[in-house]
């Protein structure tokens, strides 16, 4: 009786080690993958946002962002005020933000002259309206790569239309050997790539632009009478330079007449533009400290 049962008895111990042993490699696995979850938990904090490389090593595209204001416009401090957060905080991801104030003479009868005024910016700003196709100007007004215009206080708009001109290629350009001269010459190189098969325009113009970095002044007339002013990147000087072509690259010393007596900061502005202040193909920006 005692020997018939020994068959079951060693069945059920058996079946109670293949429990046991199946129940021990399901918990070798548990082990491995929580071991394996660790390292990659190590390695994602290895990894975190801070180890990551910064934006500023990722490539950008650079886009102009153009501000015609004048100091004898009520409206036009909030919109230089933009202006001036655009440059310095640089809020769009992806684009590297070139801005220039330029300052319309058409307000000088109204409030009183604007020191930085000049009529060449007020005839721009009506090649724009042309090219845009608008019955007239007025202040403020932001232009963005030539391409779309908007209220100079329209802080969503211009990130908006940022954001979209960081998808258009630009064309190569750089700016080097920056420097005074004696007599308020300022020489520097100058080189772009050709505009490329992918440009419809057979050619464009290079244009060379002098800024102050910044300025500020005391208005005592018109709308703005008793405030203070701040502005960034003002515009001093406009020239053009050279064609660019569709095939070849332009490479040049240039020399610049520029009264540089107060020995302010200075920016240089490059542009290669399609005519009739047509889309903004390429742009390129430097500092000159005092």
């Excluded at 002098?210 to 002013?229: C, F, H, K, P």
């Amino acid at each position: 009786m005692m020997k018939g049962l020994s068959n079951p008895i060693e069945n059920l111990n058996r079946w109670a080690n293949g429990v046991v042993e199946r129940f021990s490699f399901e918990i070798a696995v548990l082990l491995a993958f929580l071991a394996l979850a660790g390292l990659s938990l190590s390695y994602l904090r290895g990894t975190s946002p801070s180890a990551l490389p910064n934006r500023s090593d990722i490539p950008r595209t650079p886009v102009l962002v153009e501000l015609f204001t004048s100091e004898g416009c009520s409206s036009c401090p909030p919109a230089d005020a933009l202006l001036e957060k655009l440059d310095r905080s640089q809020p769009v991801n992806g684009a590297e933000r070139i801005v220039l104030s330029e300052h319309v003479d058409y307000w000088n009868d109204i409030g009183g002259k604007d020191p930085y005024s000049s009529h060449e910016y007020s005839e721009r700003q009506s090649a724009y309206a042309a090219h845009f196709r608008r019955a007239g100007i007025c202040t403020p007004q932001m232009v963005i790569d030539g391409h779309s215009q908007l209220v100079g206080s329209d802080e969503r708009g211009a990130i908006q239309a940022i954001e979209n001109e960081t998808k258009f290629a630009k064309v190569p350009l750089t700016l080097s050997a920056i420097r005074f001269e004696s007599n308020n010459k300022l020489s520097l190189h100058i080189e772009s790539d050709p505009l490329g098969p992918s440009v419809a325009a057979r050619s464009a113009n290079l244009l060379m632009t002098i800024a102050d970095d910044s300025d500020e002044s005391q208005v005592n007339r018109g709308e703005n009478a008793g405030r203070t002013l701040k502005h960034v990147a003002v515009l001093r000087r406009l020239v053009e330079v050279a064609k660019v072509g569709k095939s070849d690259k332009v490479s040049r010393d240039l020399i610049v007449n520029f009264n540089h007596q107060d020995q302010r900061s200075l920016r240089i502005v490059a542009i290669i533009q399609e005519p009739s202040a047509g889309r903004v193909l390429g742009v390129a920006s430097a500092r000159l400290p005092n």
